[in-house]
């Protein structure tokens, strides 16, 4: 019925698009809407378990603590636009783990970095003064063409590569 695998309609892809459009909008309305201290917001946050706020928040700030989500807000977010609950989650997700994916995104391209680092083949470990002894023995085995793959050797620690990286840069 016009469904192929591996292929996505252009409705289907359309509607996909909206719906990051939408989520990425509101996200960016949570980041700039401000919210008081004011006493019934600080009774809800100490009923959720969360630190009273002392001074101005944004809800995208609030909806970042693990105690408080999106929904919980409504009463205090009087300009909220009704969306549907996928939307909803997909904004909750995205704020609550922004933070952890900033820094996977970052793992990301330094392992990337480390795989272009080559090291030369003809390395002798033995004159790398700083490597532990452990780290120089299985470097020499295994002769590893790249700082990615040194970094992935167990026994080599991330203090073994930046000695090795330390000493081929001089």
Request: with cysteine.
């Amino acid at each position: 019925i016009g469904y192929r695998i591996g292929l996505v309609s252009e409705e289907q892809y359309h509607s996909v698009q909206k719906k990051y459009a939408v989520v990425e909008q509101e996200v960016i309305r949570l980041e700039h809407t401000f919210l008081p201290p004011t006493e019934a917001l600080n009774t809800y946050l100490s009923s959720c378990g969360t630190t009273p706020m002392q001074s101005g928040a944004s809800l995208a700030d609030l909806i970042r603590r693990p105690q408080v989500h999106y929904m919980d807000l409504t009463l205090f977010d009087p300009s909220r636009p009704v969306l549907n609950k996928a939307i909803v989650n997909e904004v909750e997700i995205t704020l609550k783990y922004e933070g952890y994916i900033q820094r996977q995104l970052k793992q990301v391209e330094e392992f990337a970095r480390l795989e272009a680092k080559t090291i030369p083949v003809d390395l002798n470990y033995d004159v790398v003064t700083g490597l532990r002894l452990e780290a120089r023995e299985k470097l020499k085995k295994i002769r590893p063409e790249n700082f990615g793959r040194a970094s992935r050797i167990s026994g080599v620690s991330p203090a073994d590569i930046s000695v090795l990286m330390i000493y081929l840069e001089k």
